[in-house]
Nanobody
């Protein structure tokens, strides 16, 4: 079992930076793949970034590549977002699964409750 709680979402202006955190509890955290997804009203949940259980491999959606970094330590996973754009506005969710990295939300077992990021132009 892995329990996830996101934090750090807020209202920012275009061009600002923001770091989201996802606190994880449960003995299995160190063995799970972690990912961030985001969702806007009326749209499907969208892959943003993922990191392997070891932290050695990361993946990014093309829409955020080059301005976003995913990282993890023993208890949290982070999403550092720079040069934010209005189209980054969404509810951001962290997710976990026991197997390797995939990019579809249905393949993730554990989810947090989400944190709202709003980017004004």
């Amino acid at each position: 079992q892995v329990q996830l709680v996101e934090s750090g979402g807020r209202l920012v202006q275009a061009g600002d930076s923001l770091r989201l955190s996802c606190a994880a509890s449960g003995r299995s955290f160190r063995t799970v793949t972690m990912a961030w997804f985001r969702q806007t009203p009326g749209k499907e949940r969208e892959f943003v970034a993922a990191i392997s259980w070891s932290g050695g491999t990361t993946y990014y959606a093309d829409s955020v590549k080059g301005r976003t970094t995913i990282s993890r330590d023993n208890t949290k996973v982070y999403l550092q977002m720079n040069n934010l754009k209005p189209e980054d506005t969404a509810v951001y969710y962290c997710a976990a699964r026991y197997l390797g990295v995939v990019f579809t939300p249905d393949d993730y077992t554990y989810w947090g409750q989400g944190t709202q990021v709003t980017v004004s132009s």
